[in-house]
T-cell receptor, first 118, second 113 residues
Framework: AQTVTQSQPEMSVQEAETVTLSCTYD???????LFWYKQPPSRQMILVIR??????QNATENRFSVNFQKAAKSFSLKISDSQLGDAAMYFC???????????????FGKGTKLTVNP | NAGVTQTPKFRVLKTGQSMTLLCAQD?????MYWYRQDPGMGLRLIHY???????AKGEVPDGYNVSRLKKQNFLLGLESAAPSQTSVYFC????????????FGSGTRLTVV
């Protein structure tokens, strides 16, 4: 079974600075998807960015980018020019790309709480 | 553009009481899920469904039951609530596999006293 590990329970960053959140995963599959979700105090789960494993190019979405290292099974999230609104819990998640009758569920890490200091 | 709607948003139960959480999605998704979120534990899967009339156990199914009589609805039941079931519950839906990930509801905060 796949597992996702976020080794940083909490991180902090100064406003306008850059921060990187770490995520590693374990899988024997070659094709899959990786996600970062943001959960602000409102509790809503918001998709920040996704990465297809077959793509070598790292995904970017405005100030958010990932460093995807497939061989190392690492998927870190970089937030540039951090803003107060980035303060949230961030979850890394893995999903198989193959429809397998339901076993292709999202597997979540335990999350990293990001604090942004003014 | 409702997406996934959960009701209620908050609830306080006494130990031993029962209740049902309702999840409704309007995206015609095949798959639906119930998760619980506890501090330091991330999101843990309770039950899921891959289609109307089908359900399956997730990681932490004990004390919960589910039903999916209609494709758009997924109900989570607590027959006899316990303090250990105090948590935030999330419903989500998705297509089978694929890059879209999940669409989440806004969560239900349940407190069992």
């Amino acid at each position: 079974a796949q597992t996702v590990t976020q080794s940083q329970p909490e991180m902090s960053v100064q406003e306008a600075e850059t921060v990187t959140l770490s995520c590693t995963y374990d899988t024997s599959e070659s094709d899959y998807y990786l996600f970062w979700y943001k959960q602000p105090p409102s509790r809503q789960m918001i998709l920040v960015i996704r990465q297809e494993a077959y793509k070598q190019q790292n995904a970017t979405e405005n100030r958010f980018s990932v460093n995807f290292q497939k061989a190392a099974k690492s998927f870190s999230l970089k937030i540039s020019d951090s803003q107060l609104g980035d303060a949230a819990m961030y979850f890394c998640a893995y999903r198989s790309s193959f429809a397998q009758g339901g076993s292709e569920k999202l597997v979540f890490g335990k999350g990293t709480k990001l604090t942004v200091n003014p | 553009n409702a997406g996934v709607t959960q009701t209620p948003k908050f609830r306080v139960l006494k130990t031993g009481q029962s209740m049902t959480l309702l999840c409704a999605q309007d995206m015609n998704h095949e798959y639906m899920y119930w998760y619980r979120q506890d501090p330091g534990m991330g999101l843990r899967l309770i039950h899921y469904s891959v289609g109307e009339g089908t359900t399956a156990k997730g990681e932490v199914p004990d004390g919960y039951n589910v039903s999916r009589l209609k494709k758009q609805n997924f109900l989570l039941g607590l027959e006899s609530a316990a303090p250990s079931q105090t948590s935030v519950y999330f419903c989500a839906s998705s297509r089978p596999a694929g890059a879209e990930g999940y669409t989440f509801g806004s969560g239900t905060r349940l407190t069992v006293v």
